[in-house]
């Protein structure tokens, strides 16, 4: 107790709080839900650290200077009142110092929103209106991806097997709001023959605003699960604003993951489809999974086209298909697709293997959707070749209403792939995983650690030869 309280009034607080915000992306209410719930301040940055961009260290200089200056008045004025024997002043720069934490907390966050209301927001909305035109007379092809899941694998796909015919330009990483849509635009130079937009929508209305500055003319909707309810609140809600972009395109060249229970209600009969089965009238035949990745044919008609790419997992089948066709929509040959499926190989912390002493490790640690779990946990259970298998994950965050639903399903998924060993890492969705797997019916050994960042810095002493381990989602420091 002594610890907690005390660590507020640490040299590091500073710091700490800026961290906080950080990690929120200077965004209020997550920024204050996790400050109100936390209690040992010296515990926060546990998993990551502060990165010291120019905007950090600013607010860092700033937050530090308004906490030195309030300590001063509070022991200048408990000097004061002790001098001139007015005890009350006193009382009042004591209390001025005890309080610069709660005060300082707080009040950090009135500048990032003047800020955000007078500077920034007017700055961008004028790159954005400029960026407009950009978009609409580009000449290329312009395809948008969205969905609750799998939009980077998507957007990386697509990028490689339309780049071995095409001139490609995607957007980074996931810098995929507008105003990063908008330096995208900036990017271009004209020429280009198809443009790829990762749409990162994440509250109602994002879609029409991302449509109205792209405009693009092909979709990808990935599918959709539990992601972004403490904006969208419901499933419902987050499915009407992804498959918006369906109906802004008129249902004309959108393509939509099947796979996706959840998406089913959404499509219409004019929308494409891809999963397992292939994509549009294009069949996938004779799929074959291991860990060197998947092969399968591609089937239309008299029509075979022989694809084998470094993906691990069925449930890519879907996304290499959809590329497959939409390269071909926009002109590529048969072998010009091929060796862009060949091309394709995992990408970090999504499904990407690597060995470890012996021991493979399927890293799949950027995911944090239930759809991604299933599809995790059905490569577990299909690869024969381990001694032993392991699953490792915290489980998912920003489930909202969905999180004990959602993380009992989960348990359900982990059991039916039967691993030899699971290890939950022990937090507030612990309990619904261990009820799915219990209601599953799984007996074998079951772990909780503490510690996550221990266990995977020392995840070497945990496996041994032969084993198989599926790591599956990150838990960041501001969840509980």
Sequence with gaps: MLRQLLSIYSPKFPATIVYMLQSCEYHPGPYFKWLWRTKDFSLVAHRRHLDKTAYAKMLLAGLSLGIAIEILIGLGLVVYGINAAQIWLSFYGGALVVIYPLVWSHLVVVPLELGRLYIVEPRNQRQIDAAKPLFADHPGARIAVAGSYGKTTMKEVLNTVLSQGLGVAATKANLNVLIEHAKFARSLNGQEDALIIEYG????????????????????????????????????????DIFSLADLLHHKNVYVNQ???????????????YGIFGAADWKAKNIRISLDGIAFDLVKGKKTINLKSRLLGRHQVGVLSVAAVIGLALGLSEEQIQAGIAHTAPFEHRMQPYNLGGAWIIDDTYNGNIEGIKAGTELLGELKTAKRKIYVTPGLVEQGSETARVHELMGEYIAKSNPDVVVLMNNSTTRYIQKGLTRSGYAKELVLENDPLKFYANLEQFVAKGDLVLMQNDWPDNYA
């Design 201 to 240: 929508e994440g509250a109602p209305g994002d879609i029409a605003k991302f449509y109205d500055l792209t405009k693009p003319t092909y979709a990808v909707i990935t599918g959709l699960a539990p992601a972004h309810l403490d904006r969208y609140k419901t499933m419902q809600a987050a499915g009407e």
């Design 259 to 273: 796979e996706s229970q959840a998406a089913i209600k959404f499509i219409k009969p004019s929308d494409q489809t």
